[in-house]
């Protein structure tokens, strides 16, 4: 039980709050009484979420396969949460513990405990990818993801928007690692950076080269949005967040070791945590590459045929150049194509 004084005070703060506003705190406090209690269906809206799993065919394994990539769509969700907290500098907490503005200048602190939760939500879904791996029954995986055709995790538009706001544009293009230029010849060129992004490379059909439709159906849909995006986090991405703090900030060791494990999470483990799933379930004649909607998976997922590498200046050269090397290799080892 709150004493009187302290009950006092939140009723004080409580008139503060709705006077500024115009309106009759004891209105509110009128409506509370009315209220029903809150529950704990209706405040997650449970009902509604488990009616989002719609199956296509009538194999079991189809709903495993939705609401697993369901679940990771929201862990998506969270991860942008924290990135657009980092991008607008953190916020304030006041003394009577309301949240206010927002910093001029990026907290280290606030910088570092961000990324820890963003790499924590990775972490949850690269340890839990296995329910795809092995959580379901190759035959049943095969049959039914064909009805699922063009679609693909790869038009994933909140994941390409974690790249996008993880780093600078050009460190997303074809050995974009590996360009130099001046801050308005990498930043400010967005169509043709975007037009040469590094997932379009895995956007072919391996027999005829030309466009699948998983891809052209994604860029007509998402292109204009993922190019004004790119365009806002020019300036705040991520590494941009990083360069501008000072340079004691930039020393940082938890900081750095966050940014690391969040280039390894998203640019090694992520992708093998798929590729994993590929080589069981689908390495076989090209016709089952289909059901990846039609991308060259093998040319797309392992990291070392993508060299994305988001902080390229916290690697050694010897690090980057043994990207992922050490992660394919024990995975490969647990794992024999076409077998279940």
Known sequence: MRDKNSIENLINLLGEKYSATGQDMNSYLEGLLYANFQ???????????????????????????????????????????????IAGNGHVIL?????????????????????????????NLIESFDVLVSGMEKDQFLKFRMALLPGSGFQSLQFRKIEIASTDLHLLTHNGANETGTKKGINT??????????????AVELSSGNRTLTSTQFEKKYSVDLLAFAKTYSEKNLRAKYRSLPESAKKNSSLIRELRQWD????????????????????????????????NWQKYLPPRFQMKVFYPELWSEKEKNDWGKEWVEETMSEIKPGKS
Do not use: C
């Open 39 to 85: 529950n704990y269906w209706d405040y997650i809206d449970l009902d509604t979420l488990l009616t989002l799993q719609k199956p296509l065919t009538d194999f079991p394994d189809e709903v495993v396969f939705i609401t697993y990539h369901q679940i990771t769509e929201l862990y998506f969700k969270l991860t942008l949460h924290e990135i657009e907290q």
């Open 95 to 123: 003394d009577n513990g309301k949240i206010g503005g927002w910093n001029e200048r990026l907290d280290p602190l606030f910088f570092t405990e961000r990324l820890k939760r963003m790499n924590r939500y990775f972490d």
């Open 189 to 202: 060129d967005f169509e043709s950076r975007f037009e040469n992004m590094y997932w379009k490379k895995g």
């Open 264 to 295: 390894v999470k998203v640019n090694i483990n992520w992708p093998l945590a798929h590729y994993k799933s590929a080589v069981k379930h689908l390495h076989r004649d090209a016709e089952y590459i289909k059901a990846t909607g039609g991308t």
